[in-house]
């Protein structure tokens, strides 16, 4: 459905995206994540045709943006990080406006517009002034015009931000919906938002794409070692005993033995041999008759892997940067020596 080619956009000396590219496939929610300036809102933006590419292309259903692009348009809706909001007008009033704006062509314009506001259910507020809404409502709203005519494509930059839980929750939801009909590139600083509501996920940093997977993948592949929270009724060195004896555990700590009839221990496995440890630790214990109490598996989540990923990148800028001033300042010394000896 989309896809993008070594898409590249430069502003004089800056480069803000490097040569991108990924695609997503019909029906897909992705979430596109990267810290500040690492050019997501550029690349949204091309997407959507609202800048150009310096290099590169943006396909949207087999139709590149920039030969055919009123027909792509047409494919996609787009909710910036600022709503483009009209505060003066009533939120049907302004419903209409865009309905128009965008050349909308339905077999019935009130039904059409209906739909979209029970959609984003902002039915109750249609005939009130975008002015007086809240920060949740103004977002169904511009999520409401993004939604308008239908289109195969919703583009979402930070449809949350500034939102209350309760209201994020509620556009979480709105969200989830709204991927079952249409293909969605999703935004977003929460993530777990972006856990909630994406089935993949694409991380960017300093123009480049450097990871793009399932968020089960990602969160896999960051995790060198599984934790195990144990809790049993037995006290702590018949508890240790047993699990001493359980196969592939690489460490126990014991976190709390207070008592004789309950001890609690953290355990770290591979992720490889955490299916059969977890299976031999209820297996050795239910042998020796020692009821468990809890046991929690703890991974690392989407947000230690975006954090992971992010610093190695700007870890390595920063050795070859410093590689590069060393040698810069090596030719220096050498060149001064030179002089010297002249």
Do not use: W
């Not at 031999?280 to 214990?285: D, Y």
Request: negative net charge; glycine residues 4%; charged residues 30%.
């Amino acid at each position: 459905m989309i896809e993008i080619c070594n898409l590249t956009k430069s502003y004089g000396d800056k480069l803000a995206l490097d040569h991108v590219s990924f695609t997503v496939e019909k029906g897909e929610v992705v979430g596109f994540l990267g810290p500040n300036g690492a050019g997501k809102s550029t690349a949204m933006n091309i997407i959507t045709g609202y800048i150009s590419a310096t290099d590169g292309y943006v396909k949207i259903d087999g139709d590149d943006i920039l030969e055919k692009p009123y027909d792509v348009k047409r494919k996609i809706g787009y909710l910036p990080e600022l709503p483009p909001l009209y505060s003066n007008m009533l939120v049907k009033e302004y419903l209409d406006f865009v309905y128009d704006l965008k050349q909308i062509k339905t077999d019935n314009k009130e039904k059409h517009i209906q739909s979209v506001m029970d959609k984003v259910k902002i039915t109750d507020v249609q005939n009130r002034r975008i002015a007086n809404l809240s920060k949740g409502y103004k977002q169904r709203v511009g999520l409401a015009q993004a939604l308008l005519g239908d289109p195969q494509v919703l583009i979402l930059d930070e449809p949350t931000v500034g939102l209350d839980p309760q209201q994020i929750i509620e556009i979480r939801d709105v969200i989830k919906q709204l991927g079952e009909k249409h293909t969605v590139i999703l935004s977003s600083h929460i993530l777990t938002e972006i856990s909630a509501v994406c089935e993949r996920v694409i991380i960017i940093n300093k123009g480049k794409i450097v990871a793009q997977d399932s968020t089960k993948n990602l969160e896999q592949s960051m995790s060198e070692e599984i934790q195990i929270e144990i809790k049993v009724a037995a006290n702590a060195q018949t508890a240790l005993d047993t699990l001493s004896s359980v196969e592939n555990i690489e460490s126990i700590e014991t976190v709390s033995s207070d008592s004789d009839t309950e001890s609690e221990f953290l355990l770290k496995v591979k992720p490889e041999f955490e299916a059969d440890v977890t299976k031999n630790i209820s297996v050795s214990l239910a042998q020796n008759q020692t009821p468990i109490l809890k046991l929690d598996k703890k991974m690392a989540t989407l947000e230690d892997a975006f954090l992971k990923l992010v610093n190695v990148e700007n870890q390595d800028e920063t050795d070859a940067t410093d590689e590069t001033n060393a040698t810069q300042k090596d030719d220096n010394k050498e060149d001064s020596d030179n002089e010297s000896n002249i």
